[in-house]
């Protein structure tokens, strides 16, 4: 349980004291990395020669040996690892509240696949995410099936040494179309499964809350007691016929586009006063950002997303000094 948030009045240090400054690389470093494949190491490199981020995010690395060599630049810098399980998930399409048990059954296998490649990288934590919403009639019975995989995973993680498991939260009926979902469902499914395994939590994106039509300030205390670590981002979602629409991670300030420097500084202020930041263990804050518009480069992106997490966080302490 995250504790009691601090006097409004309180003196805010750097962010550093209070979470790693994370980066989801097999975004940032498109195109290839999301299978698994690609310059992996030597993407990683970039972000481990890079001291502003404490953490990194990093999905499937299909050849052991990039693994091994994944590890390796990561433990040099220093670096917090998470390990996602979109890139294997997604691009598969598996489903782990499908109706279908043997498409279930092998969503479940992928994942476990994943936890063993994340104990081989020294990761702190394993990202999962729900399957496609069924529709109302049907949201039930995939909510019942999802608990029960994630029971599975967390049983699964616990036997193979304790790694925590960590549901992200995803739009319903935009893009992702994910079962989780709403904040509230969220919240439904985490007091469910951490009864039974107080190391499961949730993921919040940013960007995900204009996809869901939610606010953080009204979503964020739903969860606080299940809320591990977040995401920021961006999101294009009133113009279909724009390049980024969906949950596609543009950078920050894009045109048309709903999160800029002003919205991170107002989530960090949602997430200080729900006790994100005083948790026993320091959570991740990552950027989940990525070049995707024409003649848009890696760095200029990453350093997009650099400036933004110092700015908002200057803005943050500075309201709350006042």
Not at 36 to 57: H, M, R, S
């Amino acid at each position: 349980m995250n504790e009691a948030p601090r006097d409004k009045s309180e003196r805010i240090g750097s962010i550093y004291g209070y979470t790693k400054v994370g980066i989801v690389h097999f975004k940032a470093f498109p195109p290839g990395l999301e299978r698994g494949e690609g310059p992996i190491v030597e993407t990683l490199t970039k972000i481990a020669e890079d001291e502003f981020f404490t953490a990194v995010e990093v999905g499937w690395m299909l050849d052991p040996r990039v693994r091994n060599a994944a590890r390796k630049v990561m433990e040099e810098a220093h670096l917090a690892v998470y390990y996602a399980t979109q890139p294997a998930i997604l691009t598969q399409k598996l489903n782990l509240n499908s109706p279908e048990p043997a498409e279930r059954k092998r969503a479940l296998s992928q994942v476990k696949n994943c936890i063993n490649e994340a104990y081989d990288l020294g990761a702190l934590a394993v990202r999962v995410l729900a399957g496609k919403d069924p529709g109302p009639e049907k949201r039930p019975d995939a909510m019942r099936l999802l608990m029960d995989s994630l029971h599975q995973i967390c049983e699964y993680a616990k036997q193979e040494g304790g790694m925590p498991i960590t549901l992200k939260i995803f739009d319903r009926d935009i893009d992702k179309e994910s079962l989780i979902g709403p904040f509230a469902d969220a919240r439904t499914v985490a007091q469910e499964v951490a009864a039974s395994h107080p190391h499961f939590g949730l993921l919040a994106d940013l960007s995900h809350f204009p996809l869901l039509r939610e606010k953080p300030e009204e979503a964020v205390p739903l969860v606080k007691d299940y809320l591990r670590h977040a995401h920021i981002g961006n999101c294009v979602m009133r113009d279909r016929r724009h390049p980024a629409y969906g949950d596609l991670q543009p950078r920050f300030g894009i045109p048309e586009g709903e999160i800029d420097t002003e919205d991170v500084a107002h989530y960090f202020e949602v997430l200080w006063d729900n006790g994100f930041f005083h948790q026993k263990e320091m959570p991740v804050v990552s950027a989940e950002v990525r070049p995707l518009l024409a003649g848009e480069k890696n760095e200029v992106i990453l350093a997009n997303a650099k400036r933004v997490f110092n700015e908002a966080w200057a803005l943050f302490q500075r309201r709350r000094s006042a």
